[in-house]
C-alpha cells in the first residue's frame, strides 16, 4: 500500500520501463541542462546522470560545496563518456553569485534549456515559541531568496523556450504540522516564486515535484526513513522535461513523482484542465471556470 494517498492506482518507489531515460521519446539530445544544488550520492547527481543518459551532454551542477560536485562529476563522466559536466560553485541566497554562475552557464555551454532548481534547506524541526530566529529564516533565506535570485538570473541566460522543474515537498500542501512552520511555509512560498514566473513568462514551462522521500541529507536532518530510491525522481523529472508531459507543465501544476506516468497519460484529458493538480482552496476553483476553462483575473 502506497504510504501516502496516490492519485494514480500504480505507486511506484524506484524507476522503471515508462520513465527509462534511456527512451528514444524521452531524449534530451542536444539540451543544456542546469541542476542547482548538485552533488553527492542524492538525487540531483542521479537526476544529472539520467540526462546524461538521456542525450543532454552539457550539464551544470551547481552547489556551495566543491567536494560532492567533483564527485558527481566524475561519477557521470565515467559512466557515460562523452559528457561534459560543468561544476560551479553558488550561494543561492546571493544575487550576484546566482547571476555568475548562470551567466558562466551560459558563456561555456550554452543558453540553459532545462534548470533543475533542487537545492533547498531544511530549518530545524521545533515549535514556533521555541523556534531558533536565524535558523527558522535562513529557511526563507536559501528557498524563497534562492528562487527569487534563480529566476531573474535565468531571463538572461534560459533558451527561448524551456522546461524550469522546481523540487518542491508535499508537505506544502498537507495539513500543518508540528514544527514545520519554517519549511513548510519557505517551500511553499518558492514554489509559487516559480509559478508566477511561469505566469509572467509563458514561454518558459515550469512545472513543480515531489521528489518522494529519498536517502538525503535534509531527510537525515529530520529523522525521515528513505521510502523510494533516487533512480525515481532522477527519471521523473527526465520525463517531465520531455514531449509526453507536456500537457503538465505550466498553470502550476504540481506532480508526485511516485505517480504512475502511463495513468497519468491516460487521464490527460481531465488532468490538463487548468483546475487540476494546483495549489488551490478546497472547494473554490478560484480562476476556472465550471467546465475547467480559464477566467483568471484580469484587474
Known sequence: MPPFPSLTSKWHSQSYPSIDSL???????????????????????????????????????????????HDAKKMIEEAVPGTTIECIHVDRASADSVRGAFGNIKKDLGEIDILFCNAGYLSKFEKLEGADEEGWWKGYEINVRGAFNCTRALRHTGAEKMVL??????????????????????????????????????????????????????????????????????????????????????????????????ELKSRKEELSKPDQLTITMNGWPFGTSADGSKDALKS
Not at 30 to 58: D, M, P
Open 165 to 262: 522543474v522546481d523540487v518542491s515537498t508535499c508537505v506544502a500542501h498537507m495539513p500543518a504540522m508540528v514544527g514545520g512552520s519554517a519549511y513548510v511555509s519557505s517551500k511553499l512560498a518558492a514554489t509559487k516564486v516559480y509559478e508566477t514566473f511561469g505566469v509572467e513568462h509563458p514561454e518558459v514551462e515550469v512545472v513543480h515535484v515531489h521528489p518522494g522521500v529519498v536517502a538525503s541529507e535534509i531527510n537525515a536532518k529530520s529523522g525521515i526513513t528513505a521510502q523510494d530510491g533516487a533512480d525515481l525522481p532522477a527519471s521523473f523529472i527526465v520525463w517531465a522535461c520531455s514531449p509526453e508531459a507536456s500537457f503538465l507543465r505550466g498553470g502550476g501544476k504540481f506532480l508526485w513523482c511516485n505517480w504512475d506516468v502511463d
Open 23 to 69: 527512451r528514444p521519446e524521452l531524449s534530451a539530445k542536444g539540451k543544456v541542462v542546469a541542476i542547482t544544488g548538485g552533488g553527492g550520492g542524492s538525487i540531483r547527481a542521479a537526476t544529472a546522470l539520467a540526462f546524461a543518459k538521456a542525450g543532454a551532454h552539457k550539464i551544470a551542477i551547481l552547489g556551495r560545496r566543491h567536494a560532492p560536485l
